[in-house]
């Protein structure tokens, strides 16, 4: 885990290096969180999908493996991935409006997706990668990273791009416990604008957002405070009823909060 450049806090989280050391294949259920990320594989493999209905859904448009370099958007449903080897992934975490600001993509484009990296980079994102792969010191690639990061920077001054990043981590300041309606006075913006350019400038729609902020909070109880009761979580998230919140928690972990626990 380390911090990225002064510059960079705006838009980045952290930049995290995730190892899974298994001999054998590994298999993780996920919950989605407020993030986006740019991930490159540097040793191992990695599936990931999703079930859509009675569908299982890739996250690489239909290809099983992750590339080798990736942008995966926003989540608004559970994930299964699949780690296969020694895998070794050196992620940039970012804020959740930050990749747009950094890269001017729309991020509805990248809900619950994954795309090769090198296809949307253009060849001098090709050629960043490429400077990645050539060495095997995580210093040097952090530095390298964090360089073709910094020359994204210019013009990147956009009011309303600031202003849903300001609602979006309001949000998870408020550990999803704030309503739309308090968020659209502290931006002065109307409903419609602010959903509009919420999911273009995050992926999901404030009101998911939120929900996702609110079940990522409930686990980090559970797993301080095991003797905390869906009862207790329910009144300290300021879920209107049990019912509410056993709603929401299937509906982005699959399964209901006794089979997932």
Same mark, same amino acid.
């Not at 490159?40 to 448009?61: A, H, Q, W």
């Not at 980079?121 to 910094?150: C, D, H, R």
């Given at each position: ?6 510059? =960079?806090? *705006? ?5 995290? =290096?995730?190892?899974? *050391?298994? #001999?054998?294949?590994? %298999?993780? #259920? ?5 993030m986006q ?9 990695m599936e990931?999908?999703y079930?859509?209905g ?8 239909d290809?099983l ?6 942008? =995966? ?9 699949t ?7 050196l ?7 930050g990749m747009?600001?950094l890269?001017? @993509? ?6 619950n997706?994954? %795309? ?12 960043f990668?490429?400077? @990645? ?7 040097k690639?952090f ?6 990061? $910094?020359?994204?920077?210019d ?8 202003r ?5 981590n309001?949000?998870?300041?408020? #550990? ?6 308090? $968020? =659209? ?9 602010f959903?509009?350019?919420f999911?273009?400038?995050?992926? %999901?729609?404030?009101k998911t957002f939120i ?13 301080a405070m095991?003797?905390?009761?869906w009862t207790?979580?329910t009144?300290q ?5 049990q019912? +509410?919140? @056993? +709603?929401?928690?299937e509906?982005?972990s ?7 626990f």
């Amino acid at each position: 885990l380390i911090n990225p450049h002064p510059l =960079l806090q *705006n838009f980045i989280e952290k930049f995290h =290096l995730f190892e899974v *050391n298994e #001999n054998k294949q590994f %298999v993780q #259920n996920l919950i989605p969180s407020n993030m986006q990320n740019i991930g490159f594989v540097l040793s191992g493999s990695m599936e990931s999908y999703y079930d859509n209905g009675s569908k299982r859904s890739y996250m690489f448009d239909d290809q099983l493996l992750i590339s080798r370099s990736y942008v =995966l958007g926003q989540l608004s449903n559970p994930i299964t991935a699949t780690y296969n080897g020694n895998v070794k992934v050196l992620a940039v975490v970012f804020k959740p409006a930050g990749m747009y600001q950094l890269f001017g @993509i729309p991020m509805c484009d990248f809900t619950n997706r994954g %795309v090769d990296f090198e296809l949307i980079a253009g060849p001098e994102g090709k050629y960043f990668v490429e400077k @990645i792969f050539e060495t095997t010191s995580l210093e040097k690639q952090f530095a390298i990273i964090e360089k073709y990061l $910094l020359q994204r920077l210019d013009g990147k001054d956009c009011d309303t791009a600031k202003r849903i990043d300001y609602a979006s981590n309001l949000i998870l300041r408020q #550990n999803g416990n704030v309503r739309v309606k308090h $968020l =659209l006075n502290e931006v002065n913006m109307g409903e419609r604008n602010f959903e509009r350019n919420f999911v273009e400038k995050v992926g %999901v729609s404030p009101k998911t957002f939120i929900g996702i902020a609110r079940i990522n909070k409930a686990l980090q109880m559970i797993e301080a405070m095991p003797k905390f009761t869906w009862t207790d979580i329910t009144y300290q998230l300021n879920y209107t009823d049990q019912a +509410h919140f @056993i +709603h929401d928690f299937e509906k982005f972990s699959g399964k209901s909060p006794t089979e997932y626990f």
